[in-house]
């Protein structure tokens, strides 16, 4: 069974802080790595994927990838209380067109 | 880039009655698209997955003649919930890919269905 597994929180950081999103997959085979935001009752919005081993910045969202460790993580500078919401890691599934969803981390930014 | 238009946003009918949700990509070619369903506060759960011009691959325990998709562009899908009942009230979210296995699935903005 190939899964993804993220702590689903709430993750609690003041406004201003970096706030820290940690996700781990079983598939060693996998290539493509994503992470999504979710808010309560809408539909996950793409925020940053990754290809290779390192990191990747984009404005305050950096996503941060170890193969080796089957380790993908998300940072998130400056966090502010629009960026409450649930993250959602997801990973190719190898040799098929699907990714596979952890199930979430709740993150909460408060003022 | 990479829009993803669905259409409607709610559904309330009654028992029995069928349902049809659209999904559009407006501004790339969408070879595949996939069909999910979630509960409140529960994970993203993979209904099927189409690609254009074939038929969907369901998954384990998805009944295809309850839920019928049919992919007949590279922009558009759709998902048909036949003689719907109070069970199969849930937020429907689909979401669609390029050429490329690699490339992320960009998602609309769901439909949520509720059957009275």
């Known amino acids: 069974q190939k899964e993804v597994e993220q702590n689903s929180g709430p993750l609690s950081v003041p406004e201003g802080a970096i706030a820290s999103l940690n996700c781990t997959y079983s598939?060693?085979?996998?290539?493509?790595f994503f992470w999504y935001r979710q808010y309560s009752g809408k539909s996950p919005e793409l925020i940053m994927f990754i290809y290779s081993n390192g990191d990747k910045e984009d404005g305050r969202f950096t996503a941060q990838l170890n193969k080796a460790s089957q380790y993908v993580s998300l940072l998130i500078r400056d966090s502010q209380p629009s960026d409450s919401a649930t993250y959602l890691c997801?990973?190719?599934?190898?040799?098929?067109?699907?990714?596979?969803f952890g199930t979430g981390t709740r993150l909460q930014v408060f003022p | 880039g990479a829009v993803v238009s669905q259409h409607p946003s709610w559904v309330i009918c009654k028992s029995g009655t069928s349902v049809k949700i659209e999904c559009r990509s407006l501004d790339f070619q969408a070879t595949t698209m996939f069909w999910y369903r979630q509960f409140p506060k529960q994970s993203l759960m993979l209904m099927a997955t189409?690609?254009?011009?074939?038929?969907?691959?369901?998954e384990q325990g998805v009944e295809k003649d309850k839920f019928l998709i049919n992919h007949a562009s590279l922009t558009l899908s759709t998902l048909t919930v036949t003689s719907a009942h109070p069970e199969d009230s849930s937020f429907y979210i689909c979401?669609?890919?390029?050429?490329?296995?690699?490339?992320?699935?960009?998602f609309g903005d769901g439909t949520r269905l509720s059957i009275l």
């Open positions: 997801a990973v190719n599934e190898v040799n098929t067109d699907k990714l596979i």
């Open positions: 598939d060693r085979g996998s290539q493509s």
């Open positions: 979401s669609a890919r390029g050429t490329n296995s690699n490339q992320p699935q960009h």
């Open positions: 189409s690609n254009e011009g074939s038929k969907a691959t369901y």
